[in-house]
């Protein structure tokens, strides 16, 4: 909310607590330097502008372009990776997310102050490690067999990736184009059914084991395939056996 003080200078009131943590601070200082130069008529009903498009209008594709042509990190250029058109969107955005640092894990929740008093941030099958982001879903023992045993599948020799972002950005140099637009939905699949995985112990108490996670992985994968028209739907056994001979 912004308002006009006595001397009519605009003052801005975020609706933040007294209280933030260090982090949260350094937001909102960040907040506050980008609107240092904003200046609002009062008089005048808000509205939302797309600043790079000639229209105004934002689009999904408007803002993939303004990504991929900017000077940004590497972390945007998973872009090209993460919205793929064979992925549904719920995993892609949960693949985004993960990328951004932006899953719940415990780790997080418990810098946010949001975890139960008395509950630790371990993670839940491994108990020895600080549930993070990169170690649920690449280097937890349970997480990790489902990685051996999807580059076994590919029979790929590979050192696991240190994080999210160098798994995805890998996808996987060295096997063709067909084979990596393969792994391209791969990795959003995997990362999606060790979440759900991992959820469905934590809060139902249900174990899956990692051997069922690596099927349902290689099932859904298969079924995106073949309704994109790159595999034929009866080639299923030779897929799970050998499925860089079946891409198209």
């Given at each position: 909310?912004?308002?006009?003080?006595?001397?009519?200078?605009?003052?801005?009131?975020?609706?933040?607590?007294?209280s933030l943590d260090e982090?949260?601070?350094?937001q909102v200082l960040t907040?506050?330097?980008?609107?240092?130069?904003?200046?609002?008529?009062?008089?005048?009903?808000?509205?939302?502008?797309?600043?790079?498009?000639?229209?105004?209008?934002?689009?999904?594709?408007?803002?993939?372009?303004?990504?991929?042509?900017?000077?940004?990190?590497?972390?945007?250029?998973?872009?090209?990776?993460?919205?793929?058109?064979?992925?549904?969107?719920?995993?892609?955005?949960?693949?985004?997310?993960?990328?951004?640092?932006?899953?719940?894990v415990k780790e997080t929740?418990?810098?946010?102050?949001?975890?139960?008093?008395?509950?630790?941030?371990?993670?839940?099958?491994?108990?020895?490690?600080?549930?993070?982001?990169?170690?649920?879903?690449?280097?937890?023992?349970?997480?990790?067999?489902?990685?051996?045993?999807?580059?076994?599948?590919?029979?790929?020799?590979?050192?696991?990736?240190?994080?999210?972002?160098?798994?995805?950005?890998?996808?996987?140099?060295?096997?063709?184009?067909?084979?990596?637009?393969?792994?391209?939905?791969?990795?959003?699949?995997?990362?999606?059914?060790?979440?759900?995985?991992?959820?469905?112990?934590?809060?139902?108490?249900?174990?899956?084991?990692?051997?069922?996670?690596?099927?349902?992985?290689?099932?859904?994968?298969?079924?995106?395939?073949?309704?994109?028209?790159?595999?034929?739907?009866?080639?299923?056994?030779?897929?799970?056996?050998?499925?860089?001979?079946?891409?198209?």
């Amino acid at each position: 909310m912004v308002s006009v003080n006595s001397q009519g200078d605009m003052e801005w009131d975020f609706g933040l607590p007294n209280s933030l943590d260090e982090y949260d601070e350094r937001q909102v200082l960040t907040l506050k330097y980008l609107f240092r130069d904003v200046s609002l008529d009062l008089d005048k009903e808000d509205s939302i502008l797309w600043v790079h498009s000639v229209n105004k209008v934002y689009s999904v594709a408007e803002g993939v372009r303004v990504m991929l042509e900017s000077n940004l990190d590497t972390e945007f250029v998973c872009v090209k990776v993460v919205w793929n058109k064979l992925v549904p969107s719920k995993i892609a955005i949960f693949h985004w997310l993960a990328i951004q640092g932006g899953v719940p894990v415990k780790e997080t929740l418990s810098f946010r102050h949001c975890l139960r008093d008395g509950a630790d941030d371990k993670c839940g099958w491994c108990s020895s490690q600080v549930e993070s982001i990169d170690h649920l879903l690449l280097h937890c023992p349970w997480s990790y067999n489902v990685w051996s045993a999807l580059f076994s599948w590919w029979k790929l020799v590979c050192v696991m990736p240190s994080s999210v972002v160098e798994i995805s950005l890998a996808c996987f140099h060295g096997l063709g184009v067909k084979a990596k637009e393969a792994w391209r939905l791969i990795c959003p699949v995997s990362f999606w059914l060790i979440w759900l995985a991992r959820n469905n112990f934590l809060f139902n108490g249900s174990y899956q084991s990692w051997k069922s996670v690596v099927e349902h992985i290689k099932i859904k994968v298969f079924q995106w395939l073949v309704n994109a028209g790159k595999v034929e739907s009866f080639h299923l056994y030779v897929w799970n056996a050998q499925p860089w001979m079946l891409l198209k």
